[in-house]
């Protein structure tokens, strides 16, 4: 198999998302520069600007797919996900997120990113610039009790093409 390359962008309502809430952050930095709280102010510019560069970093440009690995290439990083006989891929369905809570990461700005769980998944790394239902999984464990890596790339068809199909 030669190894495939596929981009990953964000959609409409994540760009959106994410404009709302640093304008937000701005507009309340103004509010307290304008207060005379230039210390406060300050902090939360700091804040919103290395949320932002941080959250740039770590998110994927592009998702390779290659006979041994899953490699996500990210800005500040690289990260591989090991590709096994057993590793399966599929869109995420609605019972898969219910109970869905956040470990460590962020949401709205930027997409969804960090290490989230469930009840039914322990462990999900979520690298999701896309909407819910853009949403792909990728384990290696049999269901329920496995480590899960969630993508989106912008051709969900032809990425899940490359794995074998679910049992």
């Given at each position: 198999m030669?190894?495939?390359?596929?981009?990953?962008?964000f959609d409409?309502?994540k760009?959106w998302?994410?404009c709302?809430v640093?304008?937000?952050?701005?507009?309340?930095?103004?509010?307290?520069?304008?207060l005379?709280?230039?210390a406060?102010?300050?902090?939360i510019?700091l804040c919103?600007?290395?949320?932002?560069?941080?959250l740039?970093?770590l998110?994927?440009?592009?998702i390779?797919?290659?006979?041994?690995s899953?490699?996500?290439?990210c800005p500040?990083?690289t990260?591989?996900?090991?590709?096994?006989?057993?590793?399966r891929?599929r869109?995420?369905?609605d019972?898969?997120?219910?109970?869905?809570w956040?470990?460590?990461?962020?949401s709205g700005?930027?997409g969804?990113?960090?290490l989230?769980?469930?009840?039914?998944y322990?462990?999900?790394?979520?690298?999701?610039?896309?909407r819910?239902?853009?949403?792909?999984?990728i384990?290696?464990?049999?269901?329920p009790?496995?480590?899960?890596?969630v993508?989106?790339?912008?051709?969900?068809?032809a990425?899940?093409?490359?794995?074998p199909a679910?049992?």
């Open positions: 030669e190894p495939q390359t596929f981009t990953t962008s409409r309502t760009m998302v994410t709302g640093t304008l937000l952050l701005v507009g309340i930095a103004v509010l307290l520069w304008a005379s709280l230039h406060g102010a300050f902090v510019l919103c600007l290395l949320s932002v560069v941080i740039y970093g998110q994927p440009r592009r390779e797919v290659t006979p041994d899953i490699v996500l290439h500040f990083h990260k591989r996900i090991p590709r096994t006989s057993t590793t891929a869109r995420m369905r019972d898969d997120l219910k109970g869905l956040r470990k460590f990461g962020a700005i930027l969804e990113y960090g989230f769980a469930s009840k039914r322990p462990k999900i790394h979520c690298y999701a610039k896309r819910q239902t853009d949403w792909i999984m384990y290696s464990s049999p269901e009790a496995c480590e899960v890596w993508v989106t790339p912008d051709d969900g068809e990425f899940l093409a490359l794995f679910q049992n």
